[in-house]
């Protein structure tokens, strides 16, 4: 005799709850229609960011920030309506943005993820999440605060 959920049947279910869900422009988790597009920053535009950048060229790409000029002026050609930015603390203070890409250095995505958390923005971040275990828990608990999604690439385990 069998206890509580089957696997099979545990998976049907997981997989009909999370089929509609959405990061919109509300901030919020919906069902809603996937016209909805989100305003983008990106924050680190190139090697990896480049790459991050391709993979949400989809959306409203509005922003875009990096230290080396020669990379900004690169990714401002591809997206001339984008704002641009040397510093990550100014982009995020434009009103507009509901989502973070950071492809920063590693030793800067937790300053650069919870600024943007703190201001109600979803982030997407490369790896490393944080340099420690105090840095993660505080991006964990920013984004709880603010009601928004923060995920890690984690390249290693995933494949599009």
């Not at 998976?11 to 229609?33: H, P």
């Amino acid at each position: 005799m069998q206890d509580g959920i089957g696997r099979r049947d545990f998976l049907k279910q997981s997989a009909t709850a999370g089929a509609g869900l959405l990061i919109l422009k509300s901030g919020t988790l919906s069902g809603q229609s996937p016209n909805n597009k989100l305003n983008i920053a990106v924050i680190g535009v190139s090697g990896r960011g480049a790459a991050d950048l391709d993979g949400v060229k989809s959306e409203n790409i509005v922003a875009l920030c990096d230290v080396n000029r020669d990379s900004l002026a690169a990714a401002a050609k591809r997206y001339p309506q984008a704002k641009t930015y040397e510093d990550w603390r100014l982009c995020l203070e434009q009103k507009d943005i509901d989502a973070v890409v950071c492809a920063t250095t590693d030793h800067t995505h937790a300053f650069v993820n919870v600024w943007a958390l703190n201001r109600g923005k979803h982030v997407y971040c490369e790896k490393p999440m944080a340099g420690s275990l105090a840095e993660c828990t505080q991006m964990i608990e920013a984004a709880k605060q603010a009601g928004v999604v923060l995920q890690i690439n984690q390249s290693i385990r995933y494949s599009a």
